[in-house]
């Protein structure tokens, strides 16, 4: 019978349960290839042979079997490399009758999806995400933020949407836009390089109302002779190894950061941002994983629904309240009642 990926996966598994069944505190890894493998922390005082998980590995995933199927933490030159990773997933906890069993993916692409964050942001930060494009996720962020703006708000819209921008040309004119964008920060702070980039301009498409205004972070800046998007594009999408001066840091990080020094550059020129829009890239991709995993906060579920801007207004002013802790809702808003 041929394996294939699923059902080499679910093998492997059944493996992994029965090595923590035997006490062992178990690591089951898949890499990049789908290749799954054991590492295994021997049970305390037992001086019993081992059973062989190898073979049994072998023989319930086929091709999708790592040349290496098991290896013991003590033979490991860091361990803790695998044991402490920050993708560890613990499946089952250690307990009198049976080990701990983790699962570590090894991923190209969509780590963030399994990390999480209990970082607090000083500036309320809500997602809006839709699983599928086109259906008005962007056109519903614009008009929340001209609603908040209009009941006295600072709000700041960021776009992620990196692969597909919209919220900035919405927002500004292209001559109005500031001359760079997230993904000049990504790049530029890559290399210690991002002082004094122009990341944030006030909106002109909003007119202000009261003291309401809206701050546009684009994707990209300014159109203009030289400027290279889809160069930096291609180059944004990585976890950056330690340098000199700083250690590891995850794409979610390098987000985090583009976001914070947009937030800094608004409360330089303006005053501190009330709430911040964040405009997701839909579907299952790293920006949205990061919007909504990792950021603990309100994030809006864009789908088929009817609400008013109002409505969703409230609800979102009500969970980006800091003292409710920033608790996650998802509202249905495809379509609005009210005029641009």
């Given at each position: 019978?041929t394996?294939?990926?699923?059902?080499a996966?679910?093998g492997?598994?059944?493996?992994?349960?029965?090595?923590?069944?035997d006490?062992?505190?178990?690591?089951?890894?898949?890499?990049?290839?789908?290749r799954?493998a054991?590492?295994?922390?021997?049970?305390?005082?037992?001086?019993?042979p081992?059973?062989?998980?190898?073979?049994?590995?072998?023989?319930?995933?086929?091709?999708?079997?790592?040349?290496?199927?098991v290896?013991?933490?003590?033979?490991?030159?860091?361990?803790?490399?695998?044991?402490?990773?920050p993708?560890?997933v613990?499946?089952?906890p250690r307990?009198?009758?049976?080990?701990?069993?983790?699962?570590?993916?090894?991923?190209?692409?969509?780590?963030?999806?399994?990390r999480?964050?209990?970082?607090?942001?000083?500036?309320?930060?809500v997602?809006l995400?839709?699983?599928?494009?086109?259906?008005?996720?962007s056109?519903?962020?614009?008009?929340?933020?001209?609603?908040?703006?209009?009941?006295?708000?600072?709000?700041l819209?960021?776009?992620?949407?990196?692969?597909?921008?919209?919220?900035?040309a919405?927002?500004?004119?292209?001559?109005d836009?500031?001359?760079?964008?997230?993904?000049?920060?990504?790049?530029?702070d890559?290399?210690?390089?991002?002082?004094?980039?122009?990341?944030?301009c006030?909106s002109?498409?909003?007119e202000?109302f009261?003291?309401?205004?809206?701050?546009?972070?684009?994707?990209?800046?300014?159109?203009?002779?030289?400027?290279?998007?889809?160069?930096k594009?291609?180059?944004?999408?990585?976890d950056?190894?330690?340098?000199?001066?700083?250690?590891?840091?995850?794409?979610?990080?390098?987000?985090?950061?583009?976001?914070?020094?947009?937030?800094?550059?608004v409360?330089?020129?303006s005053?501190?941002?009330?709430?911040?829009?964040?405009d997701?890239?839909?579907?299952?991709?790293?920006?949205?994983?990061v919007?909504?995993?990792?950021?603990?906060?309100g994030?809006a579920?864009?789908?088929?629904?009817?609400?008013?801007?109002?409505?969703?207004?409230?609800?979102?002013?009500?969970c980006?309240?800091?003292?409710?802790?920033?608790?996650?809702?998802?509202?249905?808003?495809?379509?609005?009642?009210?005029?641009a």
């Amino acid at each position: 019978m041929t394996i294939r990926f699923d059902d080499a996966w679910s093998g492997a598994r059944t493996v992994a349960e029965a090595a923590s069944d035997d006490g062992y505190d178990v690591v089951l890894i898949r890499d990049i290839l789908g290749r799954v493998a054991l590492v295994l922390d021997s049970p305390a005082n037992s001086d019993a042979p081992a059973p062989d998980f190898s073979r049994q590995l072998i023989d319930r995933a086929g091709p999708f079997v790592s040349p290496t199927p098991v290896r013991h933490a003590h033979d490991l030159f860091a361990p803790d490399q695998i044991q402490d990773s920050p993708d560890l997933v613990i499946e089952r906890p250690r307990t009198p009758r049976q080990g701990q069993l983790a699962v570590l993916e090894n991923r190209i692409v969509g780590t963030d999806w399994t990390r999480s964050s209990s970082r607090r942001w000083e500036n309320p930060r809500v997602t809006l995400y839709g699983f599928k494009g086109g259906v008005g996720r962007s056109t519903a962020l614009f008009m929340l933020a001209k609603h908040l703006a209009e009941e006295g708000r600072c709000v700041l819209v960021v776009d992620l949407d990196l692969e597909s921008p919209g919220i900035g040309a919405l927002a500004q004119l292209d001559e109005d836009l500031c001359a760079h964008g997230i993904v000049d920060h990504l790049v530029e702070d890559a290399v210690g390089n991002s002082d004094g980039l122009d990341l944030v301009c006030r909106s002109m498409q909003i007119e202000p109302f009261a003291n309401g205004e809206v701050w546009v972070a684009p994707a990209a800046g300014r159109p203009r002779d030289g400027y290279d998007y889809l160069a930096k594009l291609n180059r944004i999408y990585t976890d950056l190894p330690p340098s000199q001066e700083d250690g590891p840091r995850s794409f979610a990080d390098r987000i985090h950061s583009a976001i914070s020094a947009c937030e800094s550059a608004v409360a330089e020129r303006s005053r501190a941002p009330d709430v911040v829009l964040l405009d997701s890239r839909a579907g299952i991709h790293d920006v949205a994983a990061v919007a909504l995993s990792l950021f603990h906060l309100g994030s809006a579920c864009v789908d088929e629904g009817l609400y008013g801007v109002d409505e969703l207004g409230r609800v979102v002013w009500a969970c980006s309240d800091p003292a409710e802790g920033f608790p996650a809702f998802e509202l249905g808003v495809g379509a609005f009642a009210g005029a641009a």
